[in-house]
């Protein structure tokens, strides 16, 4: 899958990548949108996707989501497999546009069901002079998908984290998730979760380049 209006944008790879393996959607056939903000909504959906996790229907965990909502599935297999909670007023704002922090902590307990390890020291955020405005629930989260390579700073003084994702750095950051994890490359042994999302994907009738040996 192409979209024409990343033509020459420094995510095209990543984001055709992406759509190719249908974990994101474009605004169109033909269009991505890529320097649009992205949603909680629709980050939720693309960690789910790429993840590979089978959408769970059932009663809304979020009150301000109905079971109608055509993200309530992605939410709800995302709230059972820990990698979202929501606000402590029990809403998740799923129209709000998601910060990067944000985003980060997502990613990290994503980390955690791929298995990928990386350095969680805070001290890897001493060199961005917008340290302290990280927020603290989402500090060590922010230094693990920095200590894995998932996540740089928007300059390389700034972490940015009160600053939205965009679509393009959304399927940047899903695919880095998945090429880190080793999720988009041959294996003769897979893990137990390579398997599940290896099963996953072929029932979604996405390609996957896993060899034989499971």
Sequence with gaps: MKFIDVEGHWAKDAVND????????????????????????????????GLGLKPEEGQSSFDDVGSED???????????????????????RPNDHITREQAMVIIAKAMNIT????DTS???????????????WAEQS????????LVSGRTSTEIAPKANVSRAEAAKLVQALLSKSNLDKPVKKPSSFRKKAFLMYAQQGIIFTMKSGM
């Design 18 to 49: 992406m759509g190719s393996r249908m974990v994101i959607n474009g605004v169109n056939k033909e269009e991505f949108n890529p320097n649009a903000d992205i949603t909680r909504s629709e980050f939720a959906a693309i960690i789910v996707r």
């Design 142 to 149: 922010v230094a693990q998908c920095m200590g894995a390579g």
């Design 122 to 136: 805070s001290s890897s955020l001493n060199n961005f002079k917008d340290r302290s405005s990280v927020s603290e």
């Design 115 to 118: 298995g990928l390890q990386a």
């Design 70 to 92: 055509w993200y309530n599935t992605y939410f709800e297999t995302a709230y059972s497999n820990g990698l979202i909670q929501g606000f402590e007023d029990g809403e998740f």
